[in-house]
């Protein structure tokens, strides 16, 4: 027995009925709305002013709304079924909304730069501007057969020349802008220039904190001065190296194991000189504004973890054998300075060349020497590195080829290797050794730790390895020491784990200050105090957000207008001279001179030597300048498309105010202002923290240079569920597959004859369980998909693909079709009698309860009460007779509450109850409230677990007055069949039940 398909239960074609609503007729019908939606242009969402300006005054009226998708990467094997959920999702939305009234905006683009199609380029030697819109276009088309109501006018690619020339445009609005702490945000450089000039504002740098003149300033000061404040700098950083890809890789493309996820080849931590956004300006306002949006409270705790937000102090420790030199740390606990008995710097801080000792002191510990890593790094003894220099040299390079991820996982075991210098604990003034260590990283804080083990955990168990001192500086509650079996009062030196808590301080005390019985907070600000007066530390905060590193060594990507002259410094192209567009080239691959994490990266931009160095007037005549070879990584389009979809043609600018300001300025039910342009943004959890987070700072400099109106980029923020298949993995653990497995779960499941393992997980082509769309129309119609995805449950659960379960959603729209078109001859079965009170009550119920489901995006009990409505329609018509029609009130509003959901089944019926226009244009049925009253209710009556009747009754019965109602009913009187009811059951307003 073979596993069923996700199309294998298909409804068979029934000559004998040639109007029977089934794949042959739904194809039809589906591609002759979609060929009048195109022709008509039925989506085009008019804009107030500009070249799509036509037919606003007709629509002026309405409230706008803009509701936007995130948007796809074209990839090559095109969508399967759980891709659309949300597109369909968003699309039911934006139907109804523009059925109840609302102007409403909804386009697609394609975020289509990216490393598969330069690796695919690197494989066969496309082009990858040929895979992408090959992809495109077979996106588009699927798009299309899905019936999605998008403005096609609108749609954009961030490859489009058109679109990144103003990528590049808002990277030299970034460029050329600094933030302004005294204001708190964004202003142009030119800005900051003038009130330098003007003697307003003093130079202030690391040198000269009391500032200088600006005159006194000479050209290459200024200059240096002024491109360290820009928003967008460059720096030598830590970075994801992988030479087999020869890119530089975000931190989420590295595997936990300092893998490649593309290709798995070795990545390597490494310092390079790169662009960087400095988007931790921005961290306070990320952090505040979070409360200015409706977004789900779990997407805001993300985004506040990653940035990460911590008060504390800033607190230097001084080189024992060079006091000039301090090695600065960050603490959020300063009150357990006292408690500090080493310290850490990350592998990559820049004072471990200085920290380096010549020779390993005679009391140093084999364990110090990184003896504990013979047999894991080859060049390492049973006894250690011979001299400190070795080991920091070989420990860093080991610790390169680990990713954050693993350097930072709890569970591993602390590694590291003594510098061979000490460190002065400004608080008790002993000498205390200084360590490289992986565990530290140099992209948080300051890369540099004070280790007080006995209050944090890490630092206790690389104490435990390398026996170090553990100090207790804040008493634990005597609850703590009994749970850990202790009697109060034992030594840290002995408790088998940190305490990590707040309580009272002790053994923390000097001649200029004492902590000692000080609970924490007070602790904390009594040493802050001592610090600052002494010039040990200050008070700071600081955050987990790192600047966006913005390089990426690769081809497919948009390139900076960014050039290098004599001097090697960085020069802005002005704005006339955009877009600067890519070369083409014949060979993609990436040069990398060396093979581990000290090659060198020869970006593939190198080749195109006629376009790699330019002769340029920039203003002082021309001259010859090197274009940079990086290219801007794939989050640079993606931060800003939902702005273009506004004005998508515009040359002079990214988007015209006017329009700006009409479909991103909205407001609440109550009149108030929203901080959010786009109404609502549909997507998935995987983009919580990077996209959104780096869409909002480009957001946020536009807005503070007045280019966009609003302080946040998207107002409500919805994310989709994934629909989830099951797939096989053989005994190689490799996926196969799905459709190809037969056997049962009884039986257990094989493929070509082997056993496979069960798993349910995220469709996809990864898990070799995708299911194409393509299939499920040939079987059903798009209808039937679309409407089977909104009623597998909620839009923002994961649920599990049935092959089976779709035949009831595509059964309903039979049913649903027969009762307004006889399937033998086409002919309307809508007649103009009259509904009666029952059926007109469950009708406008039907419509109170769908359009309050629409507005809160709970499609899938909105499908419930349409197939409850219908069901009773067809109960109505059982009941009064063969010729029986359809009340046209009842047809209408059934098919007008349908439209959001199945279009196209939708348009065809309404074009046949003798409409000329198309439906989406029409009004969302509004529900009469008097018929809302409920003066009766239908109660399903179970007789021994059964149903075995239907009994009406008013709406406030009694109990007693039920019972009678239902024991007298002849339905029951026959499921009796004379047996003695035992007791009865009565659930108010839900069932009754008799136990027999």
């Not at 968003?90 to 490393?115: C, E, I, P, Q, W």
């Not at 690197?122 to 819109?133: F, I, K």
């Not at 009460?865 to 509003?893: D, H, M, S, Y």
Request: charged share 20%; net charge negative.
């Amino acid at each position: 027995m073979s596993i069923p398909s996700a199309a294998s239960a298909q409804v068979p074609e029934d000559d004998a009925l040639p109007y029977r609503y089934g794949p042959a007729l739904a194809s039809d019908i589906e591609s002759r709305w979609q060929d009048r939606w195109a022709a008509e242009g039925t989506y085009h969402a008019p804009n107030p002013t500009g070249e799509l300006s036509v037919g606003f005054e007709r629509l002026a009226g309405r409230p706008k709304l803009y509701v936007l998708d995130m948007f796809p990467y074209p990839s090559g094997v095109g969508l399967h079924v759980g891709h659309p959920l949300g597109y369909i999702g968003t699309d039911v939305y934006a139907r109804f909304k523009r059925m109840s009234g609302h102007n409403v905006l909804h386009a697609m683009g394609y975020d289509a730069f990216g490393l598969p199609a330069e690796q695919y380029a690197v494989q066969t030697g496309q082009h990858p501007r040929v895979t992408t819109e090959a992809n495109i276009a077979n996106m588009r088309r699927q798009f299309r057969a899905l019936g999605l109501g998008h403005d096609d006018r609108r749609s954009v690619a961030t490859t489009d020349v058109d679109y990144y020339r103003w990528t590049q445009w808002i990277f030299l609005q970034i460029y050329h802008a600094w933030f302004d702490p005294h204001a708190g945000r964004a202003r142009p450089v030119a800005e900051l220039v003038a009130e330098l000039e003007a003697g307003q504002r003093l130079a202030v740098d690391g040198e000269h904190p009391e500032g200088r003149a600006w005159s006194a300033l000479s050209a290459a000061e200024q200059r240096a001065f002024v491109d360290d404040l820009r928003l967008v700098y460059r720096d030598q950083a830590p970075v994801n190296w992988c030479p087999g890809l020869g890119t530089v890789l975000a931190n989420e493309e590295v595997t936990p194991d300092g893998r490649s996820e593309r290709g798995n080849f070795p990545v390597f931590q490494r310092p390079l000189q790169q662009w960087k956004m400095r988007i931790t300006a921005f961290a306070e306002r990320l952090v505040d504004d979070l409360d200015l949006i409706d977004w789900p409270e779990r997407i805001k705790a993300m985004q506040r973890n990653w940035i990460g937000r911590s008060v504390g102090a800033r607190v230097r420790f001084p080189l024992a054998h060079d006091p000039t030199t301090t090695i600065p740390v960050f603490t959020t606990r300063p009150d357990t300075l006292f408690g500090a008995t080493y310290m850490v710097v990350a592998p990559e801080h820049p004072l471990v060349s200085q920290l380096v000792a010549g020779a390993w002191g005679d009391a140093d510990p084999t364990s110090w020497r990184g003896a504990g890593l013979a047999g894991v790094i080859d060049d390492v003894t049973v006894s250690g590195w011979d001299s400190p220099m070795e080991a920091v040299a070989g420990y860093r390079h080991y610790a390169s080829t680990r990713s954050e991820m693993e350097r930072q996982r709890e569970s591993r075991v602390k590694t590291g290797v003594f510098t061979g210098a000490f460190a002065v604990n400004p608080t008790s003034g002993k000498h205390i050794p200084v360590f490289v260590a992986d565990y530290v990283l140099m992209g948080y804080g300051t890369g540099a730790i004070m280790a007080v083990p006995a209050h944090d955990q890490r630092d206790f168990e690389f104490a435990r390895a390398f026996d170090l001192p553990i100090v207790g500086v804040v008493r634990p509650p005597d609850t703590w020491f009994a749970e850990h079996g202790l009697a109060p009062g034992t030594p840290a030196s002995a408790w088998p784990e940190a305490f990590t808590g707040t309580g009272v301080a002790m053994a923390s005390a000097n001649e200029g200050v004492s902590l000692d019985g000080l609970a924490t907070p007070e602790a904390i600000a009594a040493v802050n105090r001592w610090l600052a007066s002494v010039g040990a530390g200050t008070p700071t905060v600081t955050y987990r957000l790192h600047d966006w590193l913005f390089s990426r060594q690769r081809y497919w990507g948009e390139p900076f207008p960014i050039v290098y002259d004599d001097d090697g410094l960085p020069v802005a192209l002005p704005e006339s001279m955009l877009p600067v567009t890519l070369p083409e080239i014949d060979d993609y691959t990436p040069t990398v001179l060396g093979d581990d994490d000290d090659s060198v990266p020869v970006p593939p931009l190198g080749r195109a030597a006629d376009w790699a160095e330019v002769t340029l007037d920039l203003g002082d005549g021309p001259r010859t300048y090197r274009r940079e070879l990086d290219t801007m990584p794939q989050w640079a389009g993606s931060c800003w498309y939902y702005l273009r979809y506004l004005d998508p043609h515009n040359d002079a600018a990214p988007v015209d105010p006017a329009i700006e300001r009409y479909w991103m300025q909205g407001s609440t039910a109550d009149g108030q202002p929203t901080f959010g342009g786009v109404d609502l943004y549909v997507g998935g959890v995987e983009h919580a923290v990077l996209h959104l987070l780096y869409a909002r700072f480009w957001h946020k400099v536009l807005f503070d240079l007045g280019h966009v109106s609003t302080p946040e980029p998207f107002q409500r923020l919805y994310n989709q569920g994934y629909i989830l298949a099951d797939a096989f993995v053989d005994e190689r653990g490799v996926y196969v597959e799905a459709d190809a497995v037969e056997g049962d779960a009884e039986a257990g499941f094989s493929f070509e004859g082997r056993p496979v393992r069960r798993e349910q997980g995220k469709m996809g082509k990864s898990l070799r369980n995708a299911v194409s769309p393509d299939a499920i129309r040939n079987q059903y119609g798009t209808d039937t998909l679309r409407l089977y995805e909104m009623a597998m449950g909620p839009l923002d659960a994961d649920r599990p693909w049935s092959g089976r379960d779709i035949i009831g959603v595509h059964r309903f729209l039979q049913k649903l079709w027969r009762n307004l078109v006889d399937e033998e001859t086409g002919a309307s079965r809508v007649g103009d009698a009259p509904a009666d009170d029952q059926l007109r009550r469950v009708l406008h119920r039907t419509i109170a309860g769908v359009r309050a489901d629409m507005d809160d995006l709970r499609f899938n009990t909105a499908v419930a009460k349409l197939i409850e409505c219908n069901n009773a329609l067809t109960r109505w018509l059982a009941a009064a007779g063969g010729g029986a029609t359809t009340p046209v009130e009842v047809a209408e509003a059934l098919v007008a509450m349908l439209a959001p959901l199945a279009p196209h089944m939708a348009e065809e019926l309404w074009a046949r109850l003798g409409h000329t226009d198309s439906l989406v244009w029409a009004a969302f049925p509004e529900a009469d409230p008097t018929l809302l009253v409920v003066d009766e209710v239908e109660l399903p009556v179970q007789v021994a677990g059964k149903v075995r009747a239907r009994v009406r009754v008013a709406a406030d019965a009694e109990v007693a007055a039920i019972e009678a109602a239902v024991l007298a009913d002849p339905a029951v009187v026959q499921a009796l069949a004379g047996r003695e009811v035992r007791r009865v059951v009565v659930v108010p307003g839900r069932l009754v039940n008799l136990v027999v």
